[in-house]
């Protein structure tokens, strides 16, 4: 089927078989209803000025006839749903966690092993995973269309959905509750991997969408990490002011911070603003930059600093 989305989780089918009954049995009733009505509209109508409507009390047998056959079939339905509801709703006792954290405007992938990513789920093919949700900020929502799965995340409170991926490759995440100027850039990619592959990842090997990105020239590492990490969410490369300060011309400008000192974006000064968003905010900025620590290596620092380098 190509006016849904590719199926690529074992929830997917459940779904979609769901979607298809119901929609099926809408198409046919709407058919048959409004070929009736049109039928009798002609056949019943008024066909001079004097003719009297026949007057009618009421008939048991067809009364009941439409009262229990669409009950059974609502009834029917109803459990169809909740087995399916059910299903999803409780995680095989194999699941591995996963943790998400949802935060204007990405999200922070925590894995068993202690490893963190950033808008990039890496998960194994055939291998239940259960997402433990939580949000730092406003309501967010995971939404994962090719694996018919979504979830809001809430601060203060954990939220939870599983999935087991059934095919290999990239498949979009998308917040699906408005959360704030940057929502329609809040978005993520899931990568299943085979089982080999995941192995290999899980040693720490540097991989972007499924492919080795170490042998890059760091300004073009850093392009990509620019818009993998989110950082365009909230800075722009053309000098226009999103969320915080632009990246053009950033390197080796002066300028003032909000307690009064003055600053030169240099390599340390723009490591530190990574680090530690909070300790150095250029005045007129909020401070609501989280921080990167544990989420980009110093590798990838660099690489993003080469690149800031090159936006003159
Ligand atoms: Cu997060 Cu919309």
Redesign the pocket.
């Known amino acids: 089927m190509t006016w849904i989305p590719e199926a690529a989780s074992n929830l997917a089918s459940k779904v979609d078989g769901l979607l298809l009954v119901i929609t099926f049995i809408s198409i046919f009733f709407f058919v048959l209803i409004s070929a009736v009505l049109i039928y009798f509209a002609v056949k019943y109508r008024r066909r001079s000025d004097d003719e009297e409507t026949p007057y009618i009390t009421g008939n048991q047998t067809l009364e009941i006839i439409w009262t229990v056959i669409p009950s059974i079939l609502l009834i029917l339905l109803f459990v169809y749903g909740f087995v399916v509801y059910k299903d999803m709703r409780t995680p095989p006792k194999d699941a591995v966690d996963i943790t998400v954290t ?1 935060k ?2 990405l999200w922070t992938f925590e894995y068993y092993n202690g490893k963190k990513t950033l808008n990039e789920l890496y998960v194994r093919q055939n291998r239940p995973v259960r997402m433990v949700m939580r949000a730092d900020d ?1 309501i ?2 995971f939404f994962v269309p090719a694996f018919r799965v979504k979830q809001d995340l809430m601060p203060g409170r954990y939220t939870q959905l599983w999935f087991t991926p059934t095919k290999i490759g990239t498949f979009d995440i998308f ?6 100027t940057g ?1 329609s850039k ?1 978005l993520g990619k899931v990568i299943v991997l085979s089982p080999e592959a995941y192995d290999i990842w899980e040693k720490g090997v540097a991989v972007d969408g499924g492919e080795a990105v170490a042998s890059l020239p760091p300004a073009e590492l850093g392009e990509k990490l620019y818009k993998g990490k989110s950082c365009n969410a909230c800075h722009s490369v053309d000098g226009s002011v999103v969320i915080g300060p632009s990246f053009k011309g950033l390197y080796e400008r002066e300028g003032e911070l909000e307690d009064g000192a003055s600053y030169t974006a240099d390599e340390n000064y723009i490591m530190q603003s990574i680090l530690e968003p909070q300790e150095q905010i250029v005045k007129g900025f909020q401070p609501v930059m989280p921080s990167f620590k544990g989420i980009l290596s110093d590798a990838e620092i660099t690489a993003i600093i080469a690149y800031i380098k090159t936006l003159k």
Do not use: D, R
């Open positions: 949802g204007q405007w406003v967010h929502s917040c699906a509750e408005y959360c704030g929502h809040m």
